[in-house]
């Protein structure tokens, strides 16, 4: 089984807070999201990579983009979703070595 590389969480908090950020500046905010949301795609893909990264940063593209979903803590939940789908696949090589 090939080990595979998790983000921190405290990166993924910090990460979800500078998505939030744009609503520190009132008008601003909501063009700065304009130039964020790529920005913040790619480093969620880069950070996450396979199915994960590709639908997340799919779907964290689209929440930056569109006006009072940056709430959405994405790199959080992703980093939930991936530790536990971690420990499923952990489990399951347990079972399966018990089997033989």
């Known amino acids: ?8 969480l405290l990166v993924c908090v910090i990460m ?4 939030c950020a744009s609503y520190a500046v009132p008008l601003l905010g909501e063009v700065s999201d304009v130039i964020w949301a790529p920005i913040s795609a790619i480093i969620f893909y880069r950070m996450f990579g396979g199915t994960l990264g ?23 939940l992703s980093w939930v979703m991936q530790r536990i789908t971690q420990g499923w696949k952990v489990q399951k090589v347990k079972m399966e070595g018990q089997k033989a």
Request: proline letters at 9%; charged letters at 20%; aromatic letters at 20%.
């Open 54 to 76: 590709t639908f997340g940063s799919l779907f964290n593209f689209m929440e930056e983009l569109f006006p009072g979903l940056d709430f959405i803590p994405t790199f959080t």
């Open 1 to 8: 089984m090939e080990k595979r590389y998790t983000p921190s």
């Open 16 to 19: 979800d807070l500078l998505g």
